[in-house]
């Protein structure tokens, strides 16, 4: 659910933010991926003393108070390009002490121009854009500072999920192509992006975490000091096999032997995408254990999901997959996990779709397991 423009005095809370909402949009259901942001900027404060945040497209100011008062940020600086939300942006975040906050209405790719230019950095950089977030990359990977954070949103989806190939190439510099987990391959494209732009500036990067949750697509990164680009460790592509179902990664050098092992037909290959982790396990560490704290159950639920897939392949099965090749009723997804963990497998569910399960597991072996519990 969202709001905008409607009970325009009406006083909503969200964790420790008390706001009116005014003009402003406000999507109830991105709640979660504004908790992991607070989570993650709590256990940046612990270890770096500091924390600097840019809220660069602020609306109503929801998520600048909750760094300002959950995450006990030195100084917030809130933009929202639209100058009419202004007055009540203004409202909102009167709560919060004068030399905590600045609010502008400026162009973002102007004032991280400007930001850079004065070296004012950052420690982290929320950018929550509505479609894609390219056009600000640059920019904001020039204003943060060293081991600081960038927080990306990409609502992108027909570009970035493989329905439309030739514009992804076009906005995203990658050939992207439809196959059953077309929504984790979306997140290691914007993943993949950052990390390409980073190392154009000489940087790199590491992911803290990456949600996917209602069509929004969400990554948090920290931006590492001057880096050497490695072609053959966390950037390459993702081979599909529409004969057998099967996933295979490539690395650039294997382009050329794109074929499947099943039946030596060429696989429908993405890329370039990232293909390490989704999540990096001490952040999702720390994050859980002040998630508990906060008692928050449902957040800590997730983190938990994000550890167990982390070591996994960069893709998943969706059980109606399994059942549609197998020929079968859905097999419950806790019990074929089970089943391929004591066939000496790694397997998890996905925070990225509830019906479906992550695994090292080849899919043959996963639809012949799926068959036995049937």
Not at 81 to 95: I, K
Not at 142 to 153: A, C, E, P, Q
Request: contains cysteine.
């Amino acid at each position: 659910m969202y709001f905008s423009g409607e009970n325009k005095l009406d006083l909503y809370q969200e964790g420790a933010a008390k706001f009116v909402l005014g003009e402003a949009f406000y999507r109830e259901s991105s709640r979660i991926s504004r908790d992991l942001g607070v989570l993650v900027a709590q256990v940046y404060r612990q270890r770096a003393g500091r924390l600097r945040v840019l809220d660069g497209m602020s609306g109503a100011g929801v998520r600048s108070l909750r760094y300002a008062l959950e995450a006990e940020a030195d100084f917030v600086w809130a933009n929202e390009g639209n100058p009419d939300l202004g007055d009540r942006l203004q409202q909102n975040l009167a709560a919060l002490p004068a030399d905590r906050y600045c609010l502008s209405h400026r162009s973002l790719e102007q004032l991280l121009g400007e930001r850079t230019i004065e070296k004012d950095y950052f420690d982290l950089i929320d950018l929550d854009a509505f479609g894609s977030p390219l056009v600000f990359l640059q920019g904001a990977l020039r204003s943060i500072r060293y081991g600081g954070l960038l927080y990306l949103t990409s609502t992108d989806g027909r570009s970035i999920s493989g329905q439309l190939p030739e514009q992804s190439l076009r906005q995203w510099g990658a050939w992207i192509r439809s196959h059953p987990a077309v929504q984790e391959q979306a997140l290691r494209l914007l993943l993949g992006a950052v990390v390409q732009q980073a190392a154009l500036m000489g940087l790199g990067i590491e992911p803290v975490f990456s949600l996917y949750r209602g069509q929004v697509y969400r990554v948090m990164v920290r931006v590492l000091g001057k880096q050497n680009w490695q072609t053959d460790q966390s950037s390459g592509f993702l081979g599909y096999c529409h004969s057998c179902g099967n996933f295979q990664t490539l690395a650039w050098r294997q382009l050329g032997q794109a074929v499947c092992d099943c039946t030596g037909r060429y696989l429908s290959v993405s890329g370039p995408l990232w293909l390490g982790p989704l999540h990096g396990v001490d952040w999702l560490t720390a994050m859980g254990s002040l998630a508990q704290e906060h008692h928050w159950d449902s957040t800590a639920a997730l983190i938990q999901t994000m550890q167990a897939e982390t070591p996994l392949p960069p893709y998943y099965y969706p059980l109606g997959e399994i059942g549609r090749r197998g020929k079968m009723d859905l097999p419950k997804r806790d019990r074929l996990i089970q089943a391929l963990i004591q066939a000496g497998y790694q397997a998890s569910p996905t925070h990225i779709h509830s019906e479906a399960i992550k695994t090292n597991a080849p899919f043959p072996d996963c639809i012949a397991l799926a068959q036995t519990l049937s």
